[in-house]
């Protein structure tokens, strides 16, 4: 009987002493060292036993009486337990026998009260009246059978005056303050604008509501967008322009994923940049000589109305003083002189024409570069991913894309440009080519 005590008191030390010790690394010390230390009762308990001398073996019929009396009364908790148990489901049987039709009426209440609450917490009309579907809890448990209480006609009344402020507040615009959750994850509080059940807006921002509060989108949709909600928000009395979205936030955040055109660019990669700065360099170089064409034009045609007085500060003059510098030439010898004055007359016509339609032709072939370049990339991601997440892909689709289109986006203007920069400079030289053929005729009358 002793080392049975013994044994319960080392078992009861070993219980008691894991939650003295901070970790097991602490517990396996004390173990290694035997420093565990019993229990006050187990201490209490072995100093008893100790004490008793002859009288052990009434402690021991002591202790067997009280585990007896324990047991007993554990029984008897039990069978009461059991005894309540039945007749509360005889009372819930009864409970929903007493019902009738009315099980039907709380069913549809229930589902009723269910959609609304799940209606509430997600509606723009409560980021004005906060805490709305907190007020039906009770109501929930009253139909769910969790409270003994039945559904009365004034929380029938409360969920209809719910219900009714929605339906009302969809069809108004309303202005109020709140806190708002910037984007930089900061809280202030800041006036608001809510249009019907359908957006939320601050001054020149789209804001969002969920079960967190009212949140700034962390990325605003186009500038023409914050334009409109920046109308509608100072907006005193007088209508204003805005883009409602029916869908309750689906649009904007299609709106808002839409990439900017910078971003377009950067999908693009190195190839599309390249591409796209060596199409500016041609857009400004077509400019310039088409700019440039027109002055030589104008004065060209200025200068054949006076072939008599030539100037050398324009093409047609230069080719008019190559022969009136030679008077004494014969038909043949101003021939050649023209001729010569035309040609060197045409490089400076024509020059950066030729850069102009290179551009127009290798554009287009940069963009296909890109192309391929974006499909191996996203070949190399299904090799490596899989094919299973659309959005390993996405990437190299871009850069096939959106290269291409920068190809034929400079390739188009580029070539309509090319066009015009040349018919202009073909003008010029057919005028060079007209009045030098005139004084060729002219002379040969003389």
């Not at 047991?71 to 008897?76: G, H, I």
């Not at 400019?287 to 064409?293: D, E, Q």
């Not at 070949?379 to 190809?407: E, H, W, Y």
């Amino acid at each position: 009987m002793k080392r049975l005590l013994t044994a319960a008191a080392f078992a009861a030390a070993i219980i008691v002493a894991p939650a003295q010790a901070q970790n097991l690394d602490q517990l396996l010390d004390q173990v290694k060292s035997g420093a565990l230390q019993k229990s006050k009762s187990a201490v209490d308990l072995e100093k008893r036993f100790r004490a008793a001398g002859g009288g052990k073996a009434g402690i021991v019929n002591e202790l067997k009486a009280e585990r007896a009396r324990l047991e007993a009364r554990s029984d008897a908790l039990e069978d009461q337990f059991t005894q309540n148990n039945d007749a509360l489901d005889a009372l819930r049987t009864q409970r929903q026998a007493s019902l009738g039709d009315l099980k039907d009426l709380f069913g549809s209440m229930q589902q009723i009260v269910g959609e609304t609450s799940a209606l509430f917490e997600t509606s723009l009309v409560s980021a004005q009246f906060p805490n709305r579907s907190a007020e039906f809890d009770g109501m929930i448990q009253k139909l769910s059978g969790q409270s003994n209480d039945l559904i009365s006609a004034s929380d029938v009344e409360k969920l209809w005056k719910a219900v009714f402020l929605e339906m009302v507040q969809q069809g108004k615009i309303a202005k109020f303050s709140a806190n708002v959750a910037t984007a930089s994850g900061a809280s202030e509080q800041q006036d608001i604008v809510r249009v019907g059940a359908f957006n939320l807006i601050g001054d020149g921002t789209y804001l969002t509501y969920g079960k967190g509060g009212v949140a700034a989108l962390p990325r605003q949709p186009d500038g023409r967008y914050q334009s409109a909600a920046s109308s509608l928000f100072n907006a005193s009395g007088e209508g204003a322009t805005f883009s409602l979205d029916p869908t309750s936030g689906k649009l904007l955040e299609a709106a808002v994923e839409n990439p900017s055109l910078g971003e377009r660019i950067n999908q693009g990669g190195l190839i599309g940049k390249i591409i796209l700065s060596v199409g500016a360099i041609a857009v400004l170089i077509a400019l310039w000589r088409i700019i440039t064409l027109i002055g030589v034009a104008s004065a060209v045609n200025k200068q054949a109305k006076d072939p008599s007085n030539p100037s050398s500060k324009n093409p047609l003059g230069r080719v008019l003083k190559a022969v009136t510098d030679n008077p004494t030439n014969d038909t043949e010898a101003m021939e050649l002189r023209l001729s010569e004055a035309i040609m060197k007359e045409t490089p400076k016509l024509t020059a950066w024409l030729m850069f102009l339609k290179i551009v127009s032709v290798v554009a287009p072939l940069g963009g296909l570069l890109g192309t391929v370049w974006g499909m191996i990339e996203t070949f190399q991601s299904i090799t490596l991913f899989g094919a299973g997440d659309p959005k390993l892909m996405a990437g190299g689709i871009s850069k096939a894309l959106v290269t291409t289109v920068c190809g034929l986006v400079v390739a188009i203007p580029t070539v309509l440009l090319h066009t015009a920069a040349a018919s202009r400079a073909k003008r010029v030289e057919e005028i060079l080519e007209e009045q030098s053929a005139g004084m060729v005729a002219r002379q040969i009358e003389k």
